[in-house]
Nanobody, 123 residues
Framework: QIQLVESGGGLLQPGGSLSLSCTASGTTFSNYNMGWFRQAPGKEREFVAAISWNGGLSRSADSVKGRFTISRDNTKNTMYLQMNSMKPGDTAVYYC????????????????WGLGTQVTVSS
């Protein structure tokens, strides 16, 4: 099994920047495609960004495109989400997730999840 732990959440003002990390343990990190999701209170879970097992491919939701950047460092078993120009609408619990197999456009099939880290954007 793979275990995932998010970190880096916090409170910041609109327009600010924040970087999230997701550290994996328990098995070979590079075997997994990875993704970031978020969920605001009363709303459904939303896809944010995904990255292939070797970092060669990535995609992101239109709502964050141009502002958020997903990356990973397999030597550190860590995935990152650099968030810039943040908006109040970015407020949510952010989760990292792992997915085996080919990297596709599907936002389903993530079988392993972290417990989440809270990000609050407010003035």
């Amino acid at each position: 099994q793979i275990q995932l732990v998010e970190s880096g959440g916090g409170l910041l003002q609109p327009g600010g920047s924040l970087s999230l990390s997701c550290t994996a343990s328990g098995t070979t990190f590079s075997n997994y495609n990875m993704g970031w999701f978020r969920q605001a209170p009363g709303k459904e879970r939303e896809f944010v960004a995904a990255i292939s097992w070797n970092g060669g491919l990535s995609r992101s939701a239109d709502s964050v495109k141009g502002r958020f950047t997903i990356s990973r460092d397999n030597t550190k078993n860590t995935m990152y989400l650099q968030m810039n120009s943040m908006k109040p609408g970015d407020t949510a619990v952010y989760y990292c997730a792992a997915k085996q197999g080919l990297f596709t456009n599907s936002n389903s099939g993530y079988g392993n999840w972290g417990l989440g880290t809270q990000v609050t954007v407010s003035s």
